[in-house]
C-alpha cells in the first residue's frame, strides 16, 4: 500500500474494526489473525500479523568470488556450497500456496551469479507471480550476464559497492576493480528496454566503516549515473578485531533499549528549513548523543525492531535450511563493544523435507516471531555485558536460545536490502 494511501475503517455496533477488503487481502488479515498493537502519544500503530510471509531470502550459494575484509567468512568454518535444483523447486512449489505472492530474494552470504543456473531460477520465482531482487558484486556482471538477467524478468538488481576510488573500493572489495564495476554497472543500465520506469531497477548497497565513510557523497554521485532508483547504507558489522576499530555507532548502541529521558538529554525541534546553520546545530546534537524529537517524533529509535519479523520474512540456506532471518542462518561471532559474542544459528527445519509454508506456520516458530515483534530481550547492546551476552543460548531475563538482545539489525544500525 502506497503511504499516502487514505484507506479508512469503522468501529462496528459489536465494537470491532472494520477495515476495506484491499487491506484485509494485503496484510493477510483473515478470521482469527492475531494483531499487535502500540498505542502511542496520539495514535494506535497496527503492525502487520507475523502470520504473513511477504518476503524470503533464498542463499543460492554461500561461496563467493572475492575476499572482502567485511565478510562472515573471516569468523566461519563452514562447507561451501551451491543450491540444488531440486531444493529451489521445493521452494517454488510451496510458494505457489502464498497469497499474495511474497517477494523471492537472492542473497545471502554468497555470490549468486556463481551459480550457473541462477536465471532459470529467476524465471521460476517469477512464473509464481513474485517480485524477485537480487544482490551481486557485479564483477559476473558480464554482457551475456547482463541480457540474461533482464529477459528473466529480475525486477531490481542490487550492486555492493563501499567505495568511489579505485583504492577505497578494492581496500573492501579484495580482489575486484571499482572501474571494470562501473562499466559493467552502465552496460546494464544500457541494455534494459526503454522506459519511464526501466526495469530491472538499480540499487547501490554501501556499508560504511570510518575508511569510506568520506566516499559515501561520491557513491551517491555514482549512483544518479547508474540510473540507481535506491541507495540503501548500512553500517559495517564488526566480525573481527580490526573491524570493531571501523565501526561508526558504539555511541547509539549504550543508548537504545532504554527511554531517552533515562541515560541522555532530549531536544525538540521544530520544522524549519533545512539551512547550513540548522545543520550544523543538528550534526552537534547527534554528535552528543542527543535524542532528536522533530514534531514530537523520536528519531532515535527507542525500542528495538527486528525488520526481519516486521517486514515478513523469512531465509533458506543453499542446503535448504530454514532460517526466521539471515543473521541466525549460519554460525558466526562478532564483536558487541570489545567483546566476542558468539551467535549459533536456528534452523525450523529443511524445505527439502517440509514446505517451506509449514514451517513457516510451525507453532514453535510462530510463537518465537511473537516474542521477537515484543522484543522480549535483554538489552545486551546497552548494558555493560555479562557473561550471557557472550552469545545468544540464553540472557539474563530469562529467554532462551535463540535470544536477540544483542542483534544490531533489532538496533537499526546494520540493514539489509
Known amino acids: 500500500m502506497n503511504k499516502k494511501s ?11 474494526i472494520v477495515v476495506s477488503p484491499e487491506i484485509r487481502s494485503q496484510y493477510g488479515l483473515t478470521p482469527g489473525t492475531k494483531l499487535f498493537i502500540e498505542q502511542g502519544t496520539n495514535s494506535l500503530t497496527v503492525r502487520q500479523p507475523i502470520t504473513l510471509l511477504k518476503k524470503v531470502y533464498v542463499e543460492i550459494t554461500n561461496r563467493c568470488n572475492l575476499g572482502c575484509c567485511t565478510c562472515i567468512r573471516n569468523v566461519w568454518d563452514e562447507p561451501c556450497d551451491i543450491m540444488p535444483q531440486t531444493v529451489f523447486d521445493c521452494i ?3 510458494l505457489q500456496t502464498v497469497s499474495p505472492s511474497p517477494t523471492v530474494f537472492f542473497g545471502g552470504l554468497g555470490e549468486p551469479l556463481l551459480h550457473e543456473h541462477v536465471t532459470e531460477m529467476i524465471k521460476q520465482a517469477k512464473t509464481i507471480g513474485s517480485r524477485v531482487e537480487l544482490i551481486t558484486n557485479a564483477t559476473l556482471l558480464n554482457e551475456q550476464m547482463s541480457r540474461s538477467l533482464i529477459d528473466s524478468g529480475l525486477d531490481m538488481l542490487w550492486v555492493s559497492m563501499d567505495g568511489a576510488t579505485q583504492e577505497s573500493y578494492a581496500d573492501v572489495r579484495v580482489g575486484a576493480s571499482l572501474d571494470r564495476v562501473v562499466q559493467k554497472i552502465k552496460f546494464f543500465r544500457s541494455a534494459r528496454p526503454l522506459s519511464h520506469v526501466p526495469t530491472p531497477e538499480i540499487g547501490i548497497a554501501f556499508v560504511a566503516m570510518r575508511r569510506n565513510i568520506s566516499d559515501l557523497p561520491a557513491v551517491m554521485r555514482m549512483a544518479k549515473t547508474f540510473g540507481a532508483s535506491r541507495l540503501m547504507v548500512s553500517n559495517v558489522i564488526p566480525y573481527t578485531g580490526e573491524l570493531r576499530k571501523e565501526t561508526l555507532f558504539p555511541r547509539l548502541l549504550k543508548k537504545t533499549g532504554a527511554k531517552p529521558s533515562q541515560w541522555v538529554p532530549n531536544i525538540k525541534i521544530p520544522k524549519t528549513y533545512n539551512t547550513a546553520e540548522f545543520g550544523d546545530a543538528i550534526s552537534e546534537a547527534v554528535s552528543r548523543g ?14 528495538p525492531c527486528c525488520p526481519f519479523i516486521e517486514d515478513g520474512t523469512t531465509s533458506v540456506g543453499w542446503d535448504g535450511s530454514l532460517s526466521p532471518c539471515l543473521p541466525l542462518l549460519h ?8 567483546r566476542k559474542r558468539l551467535i549459533k544459528k536456528h534452523i525450523i527445519g529443511n524445505v527439502a523435507d517440509q514446505p517451506l509454508v509449514s514451517l513457516w506456520n510451525k507453532p514453535e516458530h510462530v510463537a518465537f516471531r511473537e516474542k521477537v515483534q515484543r522484543f ?10 555479562c557473561e550471557r551476552s557472550l552469545g545468544n543460548m540464553e540472557d539474563c531475563f530469562g529467554s532462551s536460545f535463540p535470544t536477540c538482545g544483542g542483534c544490531l539489525w533489532a538496533q537499526g544500525v546494520v540493514q539489509c536490502p
Open 331 to 338: 554460525d558466526h561471532t562478532f564483536f558487541l563493544g570489545d
Open 6 to 16: 487514505k484507506n479508512t475503517g469503522y468501529i462496528d455496533n459489536s465494537g470491532r
Open 290 to 303: 542527543w535524542n532528536l524529537l522533530f514534531g514530537g517524533s523520536n528519531l532515535n529509535e527507542e525500542n
Open 376 to 385: 522480549d530481550f535483554s538489552p545486551c547492546t546497552a548494558c555493560g555485558g
Open 92 to 94: 517454488i512449489k510451496s
